[in-house]
């Protein structure tokens, strides 16, 4: 890659793409990123987030294993669980679909799925939504994380209205 194309790059981007770690093979990926699930899946947000390196991203903010459990936690008091259907692996990155069922059982510590529970008395509700995850792992660890998941479904689901304000904006 030319110094310039590096230069038009995110920084998580030249830190994943400077060559640190070994790769391992897609099918190995792939298992790693079915054991997250699964293990998120049984409640053992430790041994998911173990499975992160030191130094990570999410979302394209940087973040350790710590970080990610305080997610996970926030997650689990969601109650979700994931049904994955396709995966798709190459290299270093692993695609997957997932169905997502949760409970809007409490307010999450931080905010996740776009901060719609913040501030929100917990409705009983529950949710299924379909997500899309994309991880990037380097020696045996995930590295990076994007999702695209179907927030706006969840919050109706959970009694949210989107309404257009007839108010003028402030701004």
């Known amino acids: 890659m030319s110094d310039a194309s590096r ?5 998580w981007t030249l830190y994943l793409d400077q060559g640190i770690g070994e790769s391992m093979g897609a099918k190995e990926n792939e298992e790693l990123v079915r054991r ?3 293990l998120l899946n049984a409640g053992d947000v430790q041994g998911a987030a173990d ?18 459990s305080k997610v996970y936690e926030s ?4 109650r979700e669980h ?5 995966t798709v692996a190459q290299g270093d990155w692993v ?16 905010p996740v799925n776009s901060g719609i529970f913040q501030g929100l008395r ?3 509700r529950s949710y299924k939504v379909q997500h899309m995850h994309l991880f990037k792992t380097v020696d045996g660890r995930i590295v990076e994380h994007w999702a695209n998941r179907d927030d706006l479904a969840a919050a ?4 949210l209205e989107l309404r257009s304000s007839t108010e003028p904006s402030n701004r």
Do not use: Y
């Open 122 to 124: 917990p409705t009983g």
């Open 156 to 159: 109706r689901q959970i009694g």
């Open 51 to 68: 499975l992160w390196a030191a130094e990570s991203f999410n979302h394209g903010r940087k973040v350790d294993p710590a970080a990610i």
């Open 75 to 78: 997650l689990r008091s969601l």
């Open 95 to 110: 695609a997957v679909r997932t169905t997502c069922e949760g409970v809007h059982a409490a307010e999450p510590a931080i």
């Open 82 to 86: 994931h049904t994955l259907h396709e």
């Open 7 to 11: 230069r038009n790059l995110a920084p």
């Open 36 to 38: 997250q699930f699964e």
